[in-house]
């Protein structure tokens, strides 16, 4: 199994680019399944990406991936595809449940896994079932499957979410993508990534209105089959970075291929920690600061604080000063890389839904082990301020979603090697 080994306190300094988002890619490979014919430009080159093209292979898509230009091609003439998403490429990427909208769609059945636990909750797909019924989807399950059909085609209608989800929102689109009518979603996710997948929609000829957090869909009459897209970046990876340099950049590090538009938010809330980021058009500057500020937060829907840049931030405040609190209002079981920084010395104590913070903590390097993606990439941050040596074991949690990040880091002169 593969290990990340780095030598702490080196200083940062240099460029980073950042790659496409793999939160919007994911869905937008899922909604290809509508198109005859599709370019997706800027994708990440990343475990989940493979085995969502994995996925569309083995339902019957022809793939082609240009890696030397983080581009796909795919093509679907097909009348009749596989509807179905197997446990074995579903367990390992939640995402795969995506297709149900699409497949239903397109092909008026699906039988798609369910994707069943993970590392950090419970995860279930009740939101997405209960809008593709409301569209008129007949819903089975059975021997860990849902069987979804419509072959008569799905019918607009509103559909209230009891609360926010950001695939339930992706899957209610692709499903209501060509509803007889009129849809309604309301209190729908308003993630960037939505964003996106709208944008894909319209490509392909959907009439798609989003206002506050209430999407309108159309029936369109306008059936464009080929369609191209360039992906949006990656925000979460942008974030990762940013507390990277914030943590370590002496001088300056610059990071480029962004808009600061999209993490207004996280900025705002970086700067009152006392990051030095100075905002560019597509780019960004950090430079550390040595007297950050503690803060008290709650990961939130989109516009709010996310729950994927909750590790890494924790790992930024074990270097503020004063007491910070940081409350995970979105995953029951998220702190999963806590007793791993409490093991390189961070002081870090969790009441309920609450971690509280007590910086700052002189970090030492440690052997520690990687639990879901966003955690490992806390260890990665924590190892790069931390004293010594650090060992990370499970990187392969990591490959799942950050594109290059050893190359990435060490152009910065990061001391970072992977065994
Ligand atoms: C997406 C992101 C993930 C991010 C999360 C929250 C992708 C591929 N993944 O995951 O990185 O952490 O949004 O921003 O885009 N829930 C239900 N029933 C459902 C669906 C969700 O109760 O049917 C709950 C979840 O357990 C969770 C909350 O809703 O507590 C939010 O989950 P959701 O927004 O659906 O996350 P994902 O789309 O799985």
Redesign the pocket.
């Known amino acids: 199994m593969q290990k990340l080994i780095i030598k702490g306190k080196r200083e940062l300094s240099g460029k980073i680019s950042i790659s496409g988002s ?2 919007s890619t ?2 937008i490979l899922a909604a290809t399944i509508l198109a005859d014919r599709a370019n997706i430009k800027n994708i990440p080159l990343v475990k989940d990406i493979f085995t969502m093209v994995e996925l569309l292979n083995f339902i019957g898509l022809k793939t082609k991936i240009n890696k030397r230009k983080n581009l796909i091609e795919i093509k679907n003439y097909k009348k009749n595809l596989n509807t179905l998403a197997p446990y074995k490429l579903v367990k390992t990427m ?2 795969g449940v995506l297709v149900l909208g699409s497949l239903l769609t397109r092909y008026g059945k699906a039988k798609v896994s369910l994707p069943g636990g993970c590392a950090i ?10 809008a593709l019924k409301k569209l008129g989807a007949k819903i089975k399950i059975k021997d860990g499957y849902i069987f979804a059909e419509a072959k008569k085609g799905l019918k607009g209608t509103t559909i209230k979410f009891p ?6 929102t ?1 899957n209610a689109l692709l499903a209501s993508f060509r509803a007889k009518g009129k849809t309604i979603l309301k209190n729908c ?1 308003i ?1 960037p ?1 939505i964003k996106d997948l709208i944008s894909f929609l319209k490509k392909l000829g959907a009439n798609i209105n989003l206002k506050g957090r209430t999407i309108t869909i159309i029936e369109s009459k306008k059936n464009i089959s080929q369609v191209s897209h360039e992906v949006i970046f990656d925000r ?1 990876e942008l974030g990762t970075y940013i507390i990277a340099c914030a943590l370590m950049a002496k001088k300056k590090v610059i990071i480029n291929k962004i808009n600061p538009k999209m993490i207004k938010s996280e900025i705002n809330l970086l700067k009152k920690i006392g990051v030095n980021i100075k905002k560019y058009k597509s780019s960004l500057i950090i430079i550390k600061n040595n007297n950050l500020k503690s803060i008290s937060i709650t990961t939130k ?1 989109y516009p709010g604080f ?3 840049l909750q590790a890494q931030l924790m790992v930024l405040l074990t270097q503020a000063n004063g007491i910070s609190k940081i409350k995970e209002d ?3 079981n998220r702190f999963m890389h806590v007793p791993e920084l409490k093991r390189m010395g961070a002081q870090i104590e969790i009441k309920n839904k609450t971690a509280i913070i007590k910086g700052p903590t002189k970090l030492t390097g440690a052997e520690v082990m990687a639990t879901d993606l966003r955690a490992s990439v806390s260890l990665v941050l924590a190892g790069l301020v931390a004293e010594n040596r650090t060992i990370i074991n499970r990187i392969y949690h990591l490959d799942r979603g950050y594109e290059f990040l050893e190359n990435k880091l060490k152009k910065c002169k990061a001391e970072i090697i992977r065994i």
């Open positions: 793999k939160n994911l869905p939640r995402a909750g419970t995860r279930p797909v009740d939101l997405h079932l209960f609360s926010i989800s950001v695939g339930a992706e996710a993630e990534e979460i829907p996310p729950t994927d979105i995953f029951e």
